[in-house]
């Protein structure tokens, strides 16, 4: 067993510890609001832009434009495919990197020819340890998701997409389903899905008389890049979010592993001191009983 000492060192690092996941709690519980904040103030642009781009679609079914390109004479097997993969840029964050990184390995098995765009510095060297090459990371956007960052990854998979070193881009990010539950989702940008996932009216059903000038076409080509560059920043920032959540789930877990800890030494202490204290009595009783012998002898 360890002396009084020792273990005393033991708490005193222990509750400094205590200290630094203390503030990395409350930092990210600040950065969390902000972010949620900022997504919740945007949202409902974007979900205009959405409503309209299925509005457009749903009265002209057959419209030909790049953006809706399904390339359906590429074979499965040939086709490009670009993952924006956004991770984080440090640890102490749970499993919100490796449910990330789970996902877009899965998508990676799945063959074709993968290209990756990477958010975040985990992610770049993740994929750089795993010998799967990166097209492009894009730093210093995970700690600040903004619009023009998102801007810049609109436009280059935009250009990948309409000159042809792309055929599909999805996104893979992690979604805060609630306070307690984090997922990591994949999500379709381009080509724009005509029959979207939760889309409740159905092709070719017009439920409204719109006018599109000069033509749906054009429309779509101006509407399509700010919808990409929205749904990238919304999730950046839900990726953002997601990070901090599990931060502070993390950092509160081990907050609370350390107490349980400083409760077990604090045990231990006394007991050792209890036990010091007892020797110590021990031989304060023995030498005095012994010295009452020689003084009896004498």
């Given at each position: 067993m360890?002396?009084?000492?020792?273990?005393?060192?033991?708490?005193?690092?222990?509750?400094?510890?205590?200290?630094?996941?203390?503030?990395?709690?409350?930092i990210?519980?600040?950065?969390?609001k902000?972010?949620?904040?900022?997504?919740?103030?945007?949202?409902?642009?974007?979900y205009?832009?959405q409503?309209?781009?299925?509005?457009?679609?749903?009265?002209?079914?057959d419209?030909?434009?790049?953006?809706?390109?399904t390339?359906?004479e590429?074979?499965?097997?040939?086709?490009?495919?670009?993952?924006?993969?956004?991770?984080?840029?440090k640890?102490?964050?749970g499993?919100?990197?490796?449910?990330?990184?789970?996902?877009?390995?899965?998508?990676?098995?799945?063959?074709?020819?993968?290209?990756?765009?990477?958010?975040?510095?985990?992610?770049?060297?993740?994929?750089?340890?795993?010998?799967?090459p990166?097209?492009?990371?894009?730093?210093?956007?995970?700690q600040?998701?903004?619009?023009?960052?998102?801007?810049?990854?609109?436009?280059?998979?935009?250009?990948?997409?309409?000159s042809g070193?792309?055929?599909?881009?999805?996104?893979?990010?992690?979604?805060?389903?609630?306070?307690?539950?984090?997922?990591?989702?994949?999500?379709?940008?381009?080509?724009?899905?005509?029959?979207?996932?939760?889309?409740?009216?159905?092709?070719?059903?017009?439920?409204?008389?719109?006018?599109?000038?000069?033509?749906?076409?054009?429309?779509?080509?101006?509407?399509?890049?700010?919808?990409i560059?929205?749904?990238?920043?919304?999730?950046?920032?839900?990726?953002?979010?997601?990070?901090?959540?599990?931060?502070?789930?993390?950092?509160?877990a081990a907050t609370?592993?350390?107490q349980?800890?400083?409760?077990?030494?604090?045990?231990?202490?006394?007991?050792?001191?209890?036990?010091?204290?007892?020797?110590?009595?021990?031989?304060?009783?023995?030498?005095?009983?012994?010295?009452?012998?020689?003084?009896?002898?004498?």
């Amino acid at each position: 067993m360890a002396n009084a000492r020792e273990i005393q060192s033991r708490m005193n690092s222990i509750k400094s510890t205590m200290k630094i996941t203390n503030a990395m709690y409350t930092i990210s519980s600040s950065k969390l609001k902000r972010a949620r904040k900022a997504l919740t103030d945007t949202e409902p642009y974007f979900y205009g832009l959405q409503r309209t781009i299925d509005r457009i679609i749903r009265h002209t079914p057959d419209i030909d434009d790049p953006y809706l390109d399904t390339r359906p004479e590429i074979k499965k097997e040939d086709r490009k495919i670009g993952y924006i993969v956004v991770t984080a840029d440090k640890g102490l964050a749970g499993a919100y990197n490796h449910n990330v990184f789970k996902l877009a390995q899965e998508q990676i098995d799945k063959g074709g020819n993968p290209t990756l765009f990477v958010v975040g510095d985990l992610g770049q060297q993740y994929f750089s340890k795993k010998g799967i090459p990166v097209e492009q990371d894009f730093r210093y956007t995970v700690q600040k998701p903004n619009m023009s960052r998102a801007r810049i990854i609109e436009e280059k998979i935009v250009d990948y997409f309409l000159s042809g070193k792309l055929d599909e881009v999805y996104m893979i990010y992690t979604r805060m389903v609630n306070a307690m539950k984090m997922e990591a989702e994949i999500q379709q940008l381009l080509p724009i899905p005509k029959n979207r996932p939760g889309q409740s009216v159905p092709l070719n059903v017009h439920l409204e008389e719109i006018t599109m000038k000069p033509s749906p076409q054009a429309v779509i080509d101006a509407i399509v890049p700010n919808y990409i560059a929205g749904f990238i920043y919304g999730g950046l920032v839900e990726s953002y979010s997601s990070e901090q959540n599990s931060r502070m789930m993390a950092m509160q877990a081990a907050t609370k592993s350390a107490q349980e800890m400083l409760d077990s030494l604090a045990i231990t202490y006394n007991r050792v001191r209890q036990a010091a204290i007892t020797q110590e009595i021990t031989e304060v009783i023995s030498g005095a009983k012994a010295q009452k012998k020689k003084q009896k002898k004498a």
